[in-house]
């Protein structure tokens, strides 16, 4: 938990958190929407312009992992996370503002209907919190760090 909280703070001090485009929680909630929304069942939507809307044709989400994405790559990871959890839900359960960088604490819950992470599909479901630091350019999204409990999640499945 420790490294996770300095790669946080690495991140924050990385991006710029002290820039001068301070938002208001709803300008916040209103520039992350469309992110949040391509995340809930994206099986069934059109991610990319989702993505596009949300984010800066620069943007890049970098994962605890140190795995960084552009949008390109995010639409496909995005759609076969929905193929794989058909009910897939996000919510945003808070949100917090330090300049030009919106925190969200987030819920991700949903049941598998094929293979996930080495789990067989049984019918159970899981719920897990993300924790997420986007950074704002010109009321887009330009850069995102993320965390996400998947070992929770499979914890859940599995039973272990």
Same mark, same amino acid.
């Given at each position: ?9 690495? $991140? ?8 001068? *485009?301070?938002?208001?929680?709803? @300008? ?5 929407a469309p992110l949040y929304d391509a995340l809930n @069942?994206?099986?069934? &939507?059109?991610?990319?312009?989702? /993505?596009?809307? $949300? ?9 605890? *992992? ?16 929905? *193929? ?11 949100i917090m503002i330090s300049g030009n960088q919106v ?12 293979? !996930? ?8 479901? !899981? &719920? ?5 630091? @986007?950074?704002?350019?010109?009321? &887009? #999204?330009?850069?995102?760090?993320? #965390? *996400? ?6 914890? @859940? /499945?599995?039973?272990?």
């Amino acid at each position: 938990m420790r490294r996770i909280f300095a790669m946080v703070v690495a $991140a924050t001090v990385a991006t710029g958190a002290a820039a001068n *485009e301070t938002l208001t929680i709803e @300008q916040a909630r209103t520039i992350i929407a469309p992110l949040y929304d391509a995340l809930n @069942q994206p099986a069934t &939507k059109d991610v990319d312009a989702l /993505l596009r809307k $949300a984010t800066t044709d620069d943007w890049m989400t970098c994962s605890a *992992e140190g795995i960084c994405l552009t949008r390109e790559k995010l639409v496909g990871a995005f759609k076969a996370r929905g *193929e794989t959890i058909p009910d897939l839900k996000w919510e945003i359960r808070d949100i917090m503002i330090s300049g030009n960088q919106v925190i969200v604490r987030g819920e991700a819950s949903g049941t598998p209907a094929k293979d !996930f992470m080495g789990v067989a599909a049984t019918g159970k479901s !899981f &719920k897990i919190m993300s924790i997420d630091i @986007q950074t704002i350019r010109g009321g &887009k #999204i330009a850069h995102s760090y993320h #965390i *996400e409990d998947w070992a929770g999640a499979v914890r @859940q /499945l599995t039973g272990h």
